[in-house]
């Protein structure tokens, strides 16, 4: 595997050799239909985005974790969508970033029109894998609008869901609730 | 920085919570209070009212801000010298954790434009309900313990980035809309949703409605911790003397 010596348009290389990885681990779980390591793909290459934070990595988290949840429900993901993995995953290689990007762009769109009676549960998928994978980032101490923005979704669908979850229940403040209270006091009374 | 009339600077967070749980209402009495302004960046303007208006499902939410914008109860403000520290703050705040060689870029541009119109404006106030940005002003280092933890890998610290943006930060003080909605409380505003013969049959309807506000600014997205709500409920059972 060479290094491209434009490193400014290449992937980090350890973001490069991860996308490959969890690409050829991807395919390899779609064809058997494991489900379950489909899933662990998806939380991988999350941990990834996180610190690198390029849209390869977090475009990837969020397609991988749409598919899971497609393959969760029974439906089988169609040989269109295997071969444009197939493709991203030659583009990675080549270092071809916006190439790859696109392939990614193509699977949104293929899955939008998998099945037209369940195309709004599709774009509900998509939806739901931009704010679960914008979670990810988010519990690894990214804040809400810069999660928003990477995961390409909104700061209000964001709230809703991070509001239902434990993630804020182990915030540790220096500012205790009575002084900050106190403070509040003396500006509002 | 400009010596102004005393104001608050919001970021989007707060406004979506109180939005999102029909309380927007709140801020006209609480600005009467406060005899101050209320003020908003361009990027929250952009969240709360452009980008939701646009939407199916918020676009009922950003008609309900957009009229406190119209009516200046909470102004917009830009200034090049705003745009200019929030580029500042931004670059320093995005290179102080590092892991495996790279930058993590913590915060958002919407985020340090509240950050600097507070400064700018000489505030020393700014209402925030996301955790980081406010973790990055009290306390920076609780970030990087937090990253480590999460990402289980060491995280190096720029000291020198953390130690610029603390001094810049150091005078100002972050409120939730949590202490708003308490604030309101002990200003009797929530009293409206107290009806006529209410009070005879549930007991202490009054602390029922603000654990109700409570749980409502939680559940959709403000930083606030379930031990926080029965610490706040209990605080105001004692001030009114309920048992």
């Known amino acids: ?189 | 920085m400009l010596m102004m009339k005393k104001s608050l600077v919001f970021d989007s967070g707060p406004l979506i919570s109180l939005a999102i749980n029909n309380l927007l209402w709140l801020l006209e009495p609480l600005k009467k209070s406060f005899a101050g302004e209320f003020y908003i960046t361009p990027a929250v303007y952009e969240e709360v009212v452009k980008k939701p208006f646009y939407t199916k499902r918020y676009k009922f939410e950003a008609l309900q801000v957009y009229p406190l914008v119209l009516k200046n109860i909470l102004r917009s403000i830009e200034h090049p010298a705003i745009r200019k520290k929030t580029e500042e703050l931004l670059g320093m705040a995005n290179k102080i954790f590092k892991a495996q060689g790279n930058w993590i870029h913590i915060v958002h541009y919407g985020e340090m434009e509240a950050l600097a119109t507070a400064l700018f404006l000489n505030t020393e106030t700014i209402v925030v309900d996301e955790r980081t940005t406010r973790q990055l002003i009290e306390d920076p280092f609780l970030i990087a313990k937090h990253l480590e933890r999460e990402l289980h890998m060491p995280v190096d610290i720029n000291r020198e980035n953390l130690l610029k943006i603390k001094e810049e930060v150091k005078n100002l003080q972050v409120l939730r809309s949590t202490e708003l909605a308490v604030c309101a409380f002990e200003l009797d505003l929530l009293q409206k949703y107290v009806a006529p013969g209410e009070k005879e049959v549930i007991p202490n309807i009054s602390i029922e409605i603000l654990d109700g506000i409570l749980w409502g600014l939680k559940l959709n997205g403000c930083s606030l911790k379930e031990e926080e709500i029965e610490e706040i409920i209990n605080m105001e059972r004692q001030r009114l003397k309920i048992k």
């Not at chain 1, 779980?29 to 999350?46: D, F, G, P, W, Y």
Request: charged share 25%; hydrophobic share 40%; net charge positive.
């Open chain 1, 1 to 189: 595997m060479g290094v491209n010596p434009n490193r400014e348009f290449c992937l980090n290389i350890t973001v490069k050799e991860d996308l490959i990885h969890i690409l050829q681990e991807a395919i390899a779980a779609i064809q058997q239909k494991n489900t379950r390591l489909l899933s662990e793909v998806s939380n991988h290459i999350t941990h990834c985005a996180s610190i690198f934070q390029n849209p390869e990595a977090i475009k990837t988290a969020i397609v991988i974790y749409a598919l899971f949840k497609i393959q969760d429900r029974g439906i089988t993901i169609n040989d269109g969508i295997m071969d444009l993995l197939q493709d991203g995953l030659i583009q990675v290689k080549k270092d071809n970033n916006q190439a790859y990007l696109g392939t990614l762009e193509g699977i949104f769109k293929k899955i939008s029109k998998m099945d037209e009676k369940l195309a709004l549960y599709m774009q509900q998928v998509i939806n739901e894998a931009k704010i679960k994978k914008g979670m990810k980032l988010y519990q690894h101490g990214i804040s809400l609008a810069q999660t928003a923005e990477l995961a390409e979704t909104t700061l209000w669908d964001l709230m809703d869901y991070v509001g239902k979850t434990k993630l804020n229940e182990n915030v540790k403040d220096v500012v205790d609730l009575k002084r900050r209270l106190a403070y509040a006091r003396k500006l509002f009374q």
